[in-house]
């Protein structure tokens, strides 16, 4: 994992997804299981869906649903499955399509809009971050 790990922090788009999907799935380059870290994952998918890898939107968009804290990623999941589906084909686009129908079903109309007006920043790469995802819901 070390060649890797080096290539990911010199900016390697591929080299930061595959780390973030050994984070994931809890294995090492040889595929040794190990102790799975979605922090970890989370981090690389990031760097490597910011770089405009549509397979790395993907899996961030859905990494964010399935984290404990989705209420406060709701809005930035959305963003990253509509880029997933503009730059994806196929059952990649489909997986991106679906992932944001699921999430916006649990949105209000103001989450809606901001997830779509960020994914259109993050197009036009402006820096946006929306009201709506800075608040922390508390029940």
């Known amino acids: ?22 984070y994931d799935q ?7 299981p190990r102790a799975a870290d979605h922090t970890n ?12 890898l549509p397979r790395a939107q993907l899996k961030l968009a859905q990494a964010y649903v399935g984290s404990d804290d989705l209420l406060d990623h709701r ?12 730059g994806s084909q196929g059952a990649q686009q489909f997986e991106a399509q679906k992932g944001f129908k699921k999430v916006a079903a649990d949105m209000s ?3 809606i809009v901001a997830s ?5 920043s993050w197009r036009a790469g402006e820096t946006w971050v ?5 608040r922390r819901r508390r029940f």
């Open 26 to 32: 809890g294995m090492d380059d040889n595929y040794h």
């Open 116 to 120: 779509r007006k960020l994914a259109e």
């Open 1 to 22: 994992m070390k060649r890797m790990q080096i290539a990911a922090e010199a900016g390697d788009a591929l080299a930061q997804f595959n780390l973030g999907v050994m």
């Open 109 to 111: 109309d103001d989450e």
């Open 75 to 86: 809005v930035e999941a959305g963003a990253w499955f509509l880029r997933a589906a503009e």
């Open 130 to 134: 929306p009201e709506v995802a800075n």
């Open 41 to 52: 994952a989370i981090h690389w998918f990031l760097c490597a869906a910011k770089q405009g």
